[in-house]
């Protein structure tokens, strides 16, 4: 999976699962204050992750995302595994 298509997926999930606006996601774009997600939507996207990837997430791994562009490096590892 490309970084293209790991954003891709990515934004697709925070529209489809968290009703964020298209228009607010950014690789910069902070989860929790710039996108409103809070602790139990992370556990969401963790288990999202692990949908896509096909790969468990741990929580030590989850713990440093904080921007979008972070969940894409994280997906783009997972797959390197």
Request: glycine share 2%; no cysteine.
């Amino acid at each position: 999976m490309t970084r293209e298509e790991a954003y891709a997926e990515i934004s697709k999930n925070l529209i489809e699962i968290f009703e964020i606006p298209a228009e607010d996601i950014k690789p910069e774009a902070t989860l929790m204050d710039d996108l409103g997600l809070d602790s139990i939507d992370a556990v969401d996207m963790m288990v999202q992750l692990q949908e896509t990837t096909g790969k468990k997430v741990t929580p030590e791994q989850f713990e440093n995302i904080k921007s979008v562009d972070d969940l894409v490096s994280l997906v783009i590892q997972l797959q390197a595994e």
